[in-house]
């Protein structure tokens, strides 16, 4: 039960991520958090996944979520702990936790679902687990497509850090992240 | 001898900020935005707590 002001005590975005990792939850790394892994040199305030929808995985990120005190990210003070049923629906649940902010997504522009997505990602060790993680140049046709003005601004700096990985390691840009470097 | 230019004059984004973070581990690229993100909350309850401040009557 949450028992604070919905506020991270110990703000970590990368400690939310190793607990999902350890927590065994099937997720793909999306929005900030997925370009600054891959070496834009942006800011997030947040994690960004989009999960597997199986029952199993719902359990097991519904197990994660109680465990870091997850509640709704409301404008009001009230403490709305988010239900088994919010994660198998088609919309986002965007929570407060212990460790820092998690955004649940089902799916992300496009109607793009985790099985759609997972075809366009790399995967990157982490903590000795296997990270997946949107490649760039999907996040770059996602934010080409946005409307949103902090996705416009942020274009530039993930097409330029797109360009300067094509030409350090050739044609897909993604190489060095699943090498130690 | 002239040098790339680190600032892109069109889009203004700094070339040689982009280099310094693809020289960064995966790891070391989230503990810098751990960093920024721990900072921004200090910041900003730093800011909140001036506000509420001069809000306060003398």
């Known amino acids: 039960m949450p028992t604070g002001s919905g506020k991270p005590t110990s703000a970590s975005l990368s400690e939310v991520l190793e607990g999902l990792l350890k927590a065994k939850v099937d997720f793909i790394l999306v929005g900030g958090l997925a370009a600054v892994i891959q070496g834009a040199p942006v800011t997030t305030m947040d994690v960004d996944i989009v999960h597997n929808q199986s029952p199993e995985n719902i359990a097991r990120l519904f197990a994660f979520l109680k465990s870091i005190e997850a509640v709704q990210r409301r404008l009001d003070d009230k403490l ?79 097409k330029e850090t797109l360009r300067q990985l094509k030409e350090k390691y050739g044609r897909r840009g993604d190489k060095e992240d699943s090498e130690s470097e | 001898m002239s040098e790339e230019p680190k600032i892109d004059d069109q889009s203004g984004v700094d070339k040689g900020l982009v280099a310094m ?36 009557p003398e």
């Open chain 1, 80 to 158: 709305i702990e988010p239900k088994r049923r919010d994660l198998s629906g088609k919309g986002h649940v965007l929570l407060t936790t212990r460790i820092g902010p998690l955004d649940v997504l089902a799916v992300i522009e496009g109607g793009r679902s985790y099985e759609n997505l997972l075809e366009h990602t790399v995967e990157i060790d982490f903590r000795g687990h296997t990270l997946r993680v949107l490649d760039l140049k999907t996040l770059i046709e996602l934010k080409n497509a946005s409307t949103d003005l902090k996705d416009k601004q942020r274009l530039s700096v993930l």
């Open chain 2, 21 to 56: 973070f693809l020289r960064m581990s995966p790891e070391e690229r989230l503990l810098a935005n751990d960093n920024a993100f721990r900072t921004i909350l200090e910041l900003r309850d730093a800011y909140r707590q001036r506000k509420a401040d001069e809000r306060k």
